[in-house]
């Protein structure tokens, strides 16, 4: 599956800004959806994950409670609600695929995932 993530861009701290992952060729429905950032000079770091079913959900401790991930099988997206924004969250994120997953279970690990995207940028000003 080819996976589009779109939707960063600027914004300034404490705003908000939501980013997209739509699937082409085959329906996301069927797969357990990760996010996924890189800041210049840092490793990759877990954001947030969503179960096939949209049940489970999981987060990194630096977004906890300030991002939302959730996702319409029926557009086939899965977005990531990002508020209070800080500048620390600055980075390229990136969304991921896991196929052959159970309806309710969920994956933190980078090499969890089989499929991804080609990033979008957010940065957030101060």
């Known amino acids: 599956v080819q996976l589009q993530a779109s939707g960063g861009g600027l914004v300034q701290a404490g705003g908000p800004l939501r980013l997209s992952c739509a699937a082409s060729e085959r329906t996301l429905s069927s797969y357990a959806v990760g996010w996924f950032r890189q800041a210049p000079g840092n490793k990759r770091e877990f954001v947030a994950t969503?179960?096939?079913?949209?049940?489970?959900?999981h987060y990194g401790d630096s977004v906890r409670g300030r991002f939302k991930v959730s996702r319409d099988n029926v557009r086939n997206t899965v977005y990531l609600q990002m508020n209070s924004l800080k500048p620390e969250d600055t980075a390229v994120y990136y969304c991921?695929?896991?196929?052959?997953?159970?309806?309710?279970?969920?994956?933190?690990?980078?090499?969890?995932?089989?499929?991804w995207g080609q990033g979008t940028q957010v940065t957030v000003s101060s």
């Open positions: 991921a695929a896991r196929s052959q997953v159970t309806a309710q279970t969920i994956y933190v690990s980078e090499s969890s995932y089989d499929y």
């Open positions: 969503i179960s096939r079913n949209g049940e489970a959900t």
